[in-house]
């Protein structure tokens, strides 16, 4: 259960640190120097609501006023992407894409085309588990006020959710949908693309020392002042305790799990935010019962940065235990650590401890 699966984490933190990140050492005369050139330096903190979730950046800087103008930097940076990227603004590039391309072929920015370009070669990889087309349905579920696609609407746009319908041209940098009902919803990949523009702000002014999180994506420069960034990565049935605890330095890592937008039908089954393209509906996680040792409730992926960080932990959930860690094992420079419908918490090959 996932209390020895904790006790597990907990052996394996320390191998966990020296294998990705090495031994963290420093001699008294350094830490002197540092200490002179670095007295006025602090940790600057800032929270705000962008993206439908809560956009966090900490960093450490010697001046409070720079530190200010670079969150806010950031912090613009988020709002500007949120205002081109979200399918609930009328103005919105997506929301012009989602209204037009199944009528006729649209010219895309260079970023969102990236995106685009970025979403369909996951899409190769996976089999069709990440799909961004899944919005064609998704768009009919609203999880505050419990509703959700009835049969005849799913069985009616399946045909509409499918990768294959989004006719992209990269060198042209345009968009038609083969099917009229087709839609498009970047919310598997735009976090941690956005996280990844935060941290680039941040590099070009010279920052080594910073987290900057959106919801489940996060990415870090540098180290903790000496320490590694520890990360939490949260139980998914008990949102005031963490499953495990990982030790980062200079990386992304991004969380997807059935537990941050979901509801409990009269069946008393969770309906979530994380679709199965191949079935139109929520993926199926199941409850602890036989048969269900495939399925997962969270998943986290840490790799270099977070525009495939994102979509890797959406397509390893939809995968399942089997499929998706044999997909990171593939990859290199990723590793997951998963947590089953059984409160089993796995580790691909490059965590887990040597026997």
Same mark, same amino acid.
């Given at each position: 259960?996932?209390?020895?699966?904790?006790?597990?984490?907990?052996?394996a933190h320390r191998h966990i640190a020296a294998k %990705?990140?090495?031994?963290?050492? #420093?001699?008294?005369?350094?830490?002197?120097?540092?200490?002179?050139?670095?007295?006025?330096?602090?940790?600057?903190?800032?929270?705000?609501?962008? @993206?439908?979730?809560?956009?966090?950046?900490?960093?450490?800087?010697?001046?409070?006023?720079?530190?200010? #103008?670079?969150?806010?930097?950031? @912090?613009?940076?988020?709002?500007?992407?949120? !205002?081109?990227?979200?399918?609930?603004?009328?103005?919105?590039? %997506?929301?012009?894409?989602?209204? !037009?391309?199944?009528?006729?072929?649209?010219?895309?920015?260079?970023?969102?085309?990236?995106?685009?370009?970025?979403?369909?070669?996951?899409?190769?990889?996976?089999?069709?588990?990440? /799909?961004?087309?899944?919005?064609?349905?998704?768009?009919?579920?609203?999880?505050?006020?419990?509703?959700?696609?009835?049969?005849?609407?799913?069985?009616?746009?399946?045909?509409?959710?499918?990768?294959?319908?989004?006719?992209?041209?990269?060198?042209?940098?345009?968009?038609?949908?083969?099917?009229?009902?087709?839609?498009?919803? %970047?919310?598997? &990949?735009?976090?941690?693309?956005?996280? /990844?523009?935060? &941290?680039?702000?941040?590099?070009?002014?010279?920052?080594?020392?910073?987290?900057?999180?959106?919801?489940?994506?996060?990415?870090?420069?540098? /180290?903790?002042?000496?320490?590694?960034?520890?990360?939490?990565?949260?139980?998914?049935? !008990?949102?005031?305790?963490?499953?495990?605890?990982?030790?980062?330095?200079?990386? #992304?890592?991004?969380?997807?799990?059935?537990?941050?937008?979901?509801?409990?039908?009269?069946?008393?089954?969770?309906?979530?935010?994380?679709?199965?393209? #191949?079935?139109?509906?929520?993926?199926?996680?199941?409850?602890?019962?036989?048969?269900?040792?495939?399925? %997962?409730?969270?998943?986290?992926?840490?790799?270099?940065?977070?525009?495939?960080?994102?979509?890797?932990?959406?397509?390893?959930?939809?995968?399942?235990?089997?499929?998706?860690?044999?997909?990171i094992d593939r990859l290199p420079g990723f590793e997951?650590?998963? &947590?089953?419908?059984?409160?089993?918490?796995?580790?691909?090959?490059?965590?887990?401890?040597?026997?």
């Amino acid at each position: 259960m996932l209390k020895s699966s904790l006790r597990r984490v907990r052996r394996a933190h320390r191998h966990i640190a020296a294998k %990705l990140f090495g031994a963290h050492s #420093a001699c008294c005369l350094a830490c002197l120097l540092l200490l002179a050139n670095t007295a006025s330096a602090e940790w600057h903190y800032e929270k705000q609501a962008i @993206m439908g979730t809560e956009v966090s950046v900490q960093l450490w800087h010697e001046n409070a006023a720079e530190a200010e #103008a670079l969150i806010e930097g950031v @912090m613009a940076e988020f709002r500007r992407l949120d !205002d081109e990227l979200s399918p609930y603004k009328k103005n919105s590039e %997506l929301s012009r894409v989602n209204r !037009d391309a199944g009528r006729q072929t649209v010219e895309l920015s260079a970023e969102l085309a990236a995106l685009i370009d970025k979403s369909l070669w996951y899409s190769e990889q996976t089999g069709g588990a990440f /799909d961004i087309s899944y919005a064609t349905l998704g768009k009919h579920y609203d999880f505050r006020q419990h509703k959700r696609a009835d049969t005849a609407t799913t069985k009616q746009l399946l045909k509409a959710l499918n990768y294959h319908n989004l006719q992209f041209d990269s060198a042209k940098r345009t968009l038609h949908f083969g099917h009229p009902q087709t839609r498009i919803d %970047l919310g598997g &990949i735009a976090k941690g693309y956005a996280v /990844d523009r935060a &941290i680039d702000i941040l590099r070009r002014a010279g920052v080594h020392h910073a987290s900057v999180s959106a919801g489940g994506d996060s990415r870090m420069i540098g /180290d903790k002042r000496g320490q590694p960034w520890l990360v939490g990565i949260r139980h998914p049935r !008990d949102k005031s305790k963490n499953a495990a605890v990982i030790p980062l330095t200079d990386t #992304a890592i991004s969380t997807s799990g059935d537990y941050e937008r979901f509801f409990i039908d009269d069946h008393h089954q969770r309906v979530h935010h994380i679709f199965n393209p #191949a079935t139109g509906r929520p993926t199926e996680t199941g409850d602890g019962g036989r048969g269900d040792s495939d399925r %997962l409730i969270s998943v986290s992926i840490i790799g270099p940065q977070g525009f495939d960080t994102d979509p890797l932990s959406t397509s390893v959930f939809v995968l399942g235990k089997q499929k998706g860690l044999a997909l990171i094992d593939r990859l290199p420079g990723f590793e997951a650590v998963v &947590i089953d419908s059984n409160r089993r918490l796995y580790f691909s090959h490059g965590l887990e401890q040597p026997d």
